[in-house]
């Protein structure tokens, strides 16, 4: 079974700065999906940024890019000139090929201080 | 276009009672699924539907039912709620099943039982 473990409960980082948020999978499969949700305070979960394990090349969505290595089963997100409205719950996500298995991991709590 | 819809946003319920979360989305989506997310976790799935008159089990199906008598409306019922059924449940949506196809959620539903 597919696991996402995410290391850090809380982060905080100063307005305008960047951070980095880590998460790492365990799987046996090859081709799969990596997912970074925000659920901000209203509870919504909005799509960040997502990536295809076939690709090589980083995901980039203006200021959030990823770091993936496929290799060290590593997913990280990197949040450039942060913002206030980026304070929420960050949440990586798997998902394999087909689309019947997206496995969750329990969340990092951001908060961007002005 | 609503997206996607849950009604109600809270509920308390007493142990054993019943009642039936409701789901329902107007972007014409083949798949819907319903999760649940407790403090210290992510989403876990409960159930998930590929299309009308299709319906399968998730990570967490134990206590609760669905069906999927339209594209649109995708219910899950709780028949005898218990304690350990308190959580936050998420419905979402994606055109069809597969990971390269993005998820929309529901705004939640907070569900208590005393």
């Known amino acids: 079974a597919q696991t996402v473990t995410q290391s850090q409960p809380e982060m905080s980082v100063q307005e305008a700065e960047t951070v980095t948020l880590s998460c790492t999978y365990d799987?046996?499969?090859?081709?799969?999906?990596l997912f970074w949700y925000k659920q901000p305070p209203s509870r919504q979960m909005i799509l960040v940024i997502r990536q295809e394990a076939y690709k090589q090349q980083n995901a980039t969505e203006n200021r959030f890019s990823v770091n993936f290595q496929k290799a060290a089963k590593s997913f990280s997100l990197k949040i450039s000139d942060s913002q206030l409205g980026d304070t929420a719950m960050y949440f990586c996500a798997f998902c394999d090929n087909y689309g019947q298995n997206f496995v969750f991991g329990p969340g990092t709590r951001l908060s961007v201080l002005p | 276009n609503a997206g996607v819809t849950q009604t109600p946003k809270f509920q308390v319920l007493k142990t054993g009672q019943s009642m039936t979360l409701q789901c329902a989305q107007d972007?014409?989506?083949?798949?819907m699924s319903w999760y649940r997310q407790d403090p210290g976790m992510g989403l876990r799935l409960i159930h998930y539907?590929?299309?009308?008159?299709?319906?399968d089990q998730g990570e967490v199906p134990n206590g609760y039912n669905v069906s999927r008598s339209t594209t649109e409306d995708f219910p899950l019922r709780l028949l005898s709620a218990a304690p350990s059924q308190t959580s936050v449940y998420f419905c979402?949506?994606?055109?069809?099943?597969?990971?390269?196809?993005?998820?929309?959620f529901g705004p939640g539903t907070r569900l208590t039982v005393l």
């Open positions: 799987t046996s499969e090859n081709n799969y999906y």
């Open positions: 972007m014409n989506h083949e798949y």
């Open positions: 979402a949506s994606s055109y069809e099943q597969g990971a390269d196809n993005e998820q929309f």
């Open positions: 539907s590929v299309g009308a008159g299709i319906t």
